[in-house]
């Protein structure tokens, strides 16, 4: 199985900040990656897929970079809805496989 | 505009089987252009990925879970379902359907795009 690591578990940060999440795979998956939002007590929603492509409705804030092993989630400036879990996903082979999450807090 | 909404008994005894339907509205499971997958979500944890069936039946199904997971399509009824025996603790979670598009022509695929709200399944005694 790929597995898929996060970090950091945990980010505190304020409205209007600059944030960046890194995911790794334990092997290339070429672009085959996915980003989504988790709000408390809400369905994931995808933000990201093929490691650059914003989802549609999704705003321009939030984008997305990487290739093989390595990439990354932004979110240019932080809004009050962008506090939130987020979770890589590779889709490159089954079984599909998700990041442990990081969590975008309120500093 | 497609809704899946899970549906089943929120609790189960230990050992029993678990037994979940994802009722899918605004596309037809048996148009073939998507796979239709069941994730899981432990309280306070990550994601964890179940298995997927498309249209015809085919299953794939995470390893670890194989031995206790079957997944049926029923395109007349437009929904497809879980079943996962011998359940534990271990099993508590909340569980998503979702879907994903293959594209056959290009055998590329498309993460999920469309979930339902959930269901929390919580097994005890």
């Known amino acids: 199985d790929i597995q898929m690591t996060q970090s950091p578990s945990t980010l505190s940060a304020s409205v209007g900040d600059r944030v960046t999440i890194t995911c790794r795979a334990s092997?290339?998956?070429?672009?085959?990656l996915a980003w989504y939002q988790q709000r408390p007590g809400r369905a994931p929603k995808l933000l990201i897929y093929k490691a650059s492509g914003l989802e549609s409705g999704v705003p321009s804030t939030f984008s997305g970079s990487g290739f093989g092993t390595e990439f990354t989630l932004t979110i240019r400036s932080l809004q009050p809805e962008d506090f939130a879990t987020y979770y890589c996903?590779?889709?490159?082979?089954?079984?599909?496989?998700f990041g442990q999450g990081t969590k975008v807090e309120i500093k | 505009q497609l809704q899946l909404r899970e549906s089943g008994p929120g609790l189960v005894k230990p050992s029993e089987t678990l037994s979940l339907i994802c009722h899918v509205s605004g596309d037809s499971i048996s148009g073939g252009h998507y796979c239709w997958d069941w994730i899981r979500q432990p309280p306070g944890k990550g994601l964890e990925w179940i298995g997927v069936?498309?249209?015809?039946?085919?299953?794939d199904y995470d390893a670890s879970l194989k031995s206790r997971v079957t997944m049926s399509v029923d395109t007349s009824k437009n929904q497809f379902s879980l079943k996962l025996n011998s359940v534990t603790a271990a099993d508590t979670a909340v569980y998503y359907c979702a879907r994903h598009l293959f594209n056959r022509a290009a055998n590329t695929f498309y993460p999920f795009d469309y979930w339902g709200q959930g269901t929390l399944v919580t097994v005890s005694s």
């Open positions: 092997q290339s998956i070429s672009t085959w």
């Open positions: 996903q590779q889709y490159d082979s089954y079984p599909w496989t």
């Open positions: 069936i498309d249209h015809s039946g085919t299953t």
